[in-house]
């Protein structure tokens, strides 16, 4: 069955068995999570804050 992606498109492969999977990428660490957090509540709170302005 030929692929739906589009060719040239920048991935993965695994090693010995090119175009076939992808290598997983390791879960992200409990600080990275906690950042992402804080940015959204961030960016949250400054959307909320702008729409009550107007």
Do not use: C, I, K
């Not at 920048?10 to 010995?16: A, H, I, K, N």
């Not at 990275?32 to 107007?54: K, M, Q, T």
């Amino acid at each position: 069955m030929p692929s739906s992606f589009p060719r040239d498109v920048l991935s993965v492969d695994t090693p010995g068995s090119p175009g076939t999977g992808t290598v997983p990428l390791p879960p992200p660490s409990a600080d990275l999570l906690d950042r992402a957090l804080v940015g959204w509540e961030r960016f949250l709170l400054g959307v909320f804050a702008e729409a009550s302005d107007e």
